[in-house]
Every structure is written in C-alpha cells, then in structure tokens.
C-alpha cells in the first residue's frame, strides 16, 4: 500500500513533504513500479522546495542578502529539474545487443500496464510526458550530459518555454499514470494538487544556463 504524503505546511512554515514508499509496504505493486513511484515523488518535492524557495515574497531578501548565491542556487535547482525529467521519460535501455541495460522510465510503466484494464491511460500518459519533455532532455543534452559548443558561445543562453509549467505537467502525468496502479484494494496516492499549493507565486525565468565558472 502507498501511503499519503503528510503535508508539513506551507510555504513558509519550515514544512517538508515526505511519501516514500517501502516495498514491503505495497506487496501488490512490482518493486520497479514502486521505485519509478519513489523517484516521482522526489522529483516532485524538489520542484516544492524550489517554489517555496524562490517565491515573491523571498526575492527581496535574497537580493539583499546575497543575489549572486541564490542565483547559483537557482540555476542548481534548474540543472536537477532537467536531470529528473531526463532520467524520467529516457529510452528503455541504453545501449545495444549484450551490452544493453535497462532504464528505470516511463516506458517501465508501459511494460507493466500490459493486458491491465488501464494499460491505453498508462500509454496515452507516458507518450504525453516523453513528448512534452522534449526540449527538457534536448537541455540535458547541451547543458549537462555534454558541453555545447554554439551554447557555450551564446549570450543568450538556451531557453524552454515555460520551463517550470512544463515541468510540472510532465511530473503530472507520469504522477497520474502512478496512481492507476495505485488503486483500489491498494491505498491510492494523494491527488497530485496535494503536493503543487495553489498559492505558489513563482517569480519565473526560463533562461537555463550551468552556473559559471570563474573567468580565466
């Protein structure tokens, strides 16, 4: 069974999110689903804690305090964003023939929604968030996993359309495909507006950038 995330305030309050799953918790569930559920989850809490982090009201104090930190922190905070959403909706193996391994994505969704009543959901669902993170892992691929030469040159930096909103679409429906396995007799997981508050005001900047390195 998957137990509720407890709610440990809102923003503001010093509250942290906390709902892992342990796998002798959810013997109905397969260790794999389980685990893509855990990994769901953190990525969620983390896109919680950058909210109640870089909201309006904290912007002030940051600028004050030390404007150069928190805009390190928020481009940290970004760089893991894409690595989430990358590792999330990634091929099913990496490699070919003997050397092929298995990805924990998505598609292990896919895999395991086979010949269930909600297999089409499940598909429609992770097809949608591979889909929508596109320009997310095309990010990863010139930010992080390697060092593009055109973006290293560029002033303007590499911009994804509403890179937050985005995110948390894409976490959205690989969150929904979750609870499908989540369900009934199984304790189904909280609604996913029960992690993103409504009363978030995020002030928003879609320039991604790795943070810089000091000038030789």
């Not at 709610?7 to 013997?27: F, P, T, Y």
């Not at 092929?100 to 994505?105: C, H, Q, W």
């Not at 989540?182 to 996913?192: D, E, M, R, W």
Request: aromatic share 8%.
């Amino acid at each position: 069974r998957a137990p509720e995330p407890r709610r440990g305030g809102r923003a503001g309050s010093g509250g942290v999110l906390r709902n892992r799953i342990h796998m002798s918790e959810q013997e109905q569930v397969h260790p794999e689903v389980a685990m893509l559920c855990n990994d769901t989850i953190a990525a969620i809490q983390q896109l919680c804690e950058y909210h109640h982090l870089f909201n309006e009201k904290n912007l002030g104090l940051m600028n004050d305090t030390s404007p150069e930190f928190f805009q390190r922190l928020r481009q940290h905070f970004q760089t893991a964003f894409v690595l989430n959403i990358s590792r999330l909706t990634d091929h099913a193996q990496t490699g070919y023939g003997n050397r092929a391994k298995a990805n924990l994505t998505v598609k292990t969704l896919e895999y395991h929604a086979q010949g269930q009543l909600f297999e089409s959901r499940v598909q429609h669902l992770c097809k949608t968030s591979v889909a929508e993170s596109e320009s997310i892992r095309n990010a990863r691929n010139k930010l992080v996993a390697h060092r593009d030469l055109a973006e290293a040159l560029s002033e303007q930096g590499l911009t994804i359309p509403d890179f937050l909103a985005r995110t948390e679409r894409v976490l959205e429906h690989i969150y929904e495909a979750l609870q499908l396995f989540y369900a009934p007799p199984i304790k189904a997981l909280a609604p996913f507006s029960t992690w993103m508050y409504p009363s978030y005001q995020t002030q928003v900047d879609e320039v991604l950038e790795l943070p810089r390195q000091a000038e030789c």
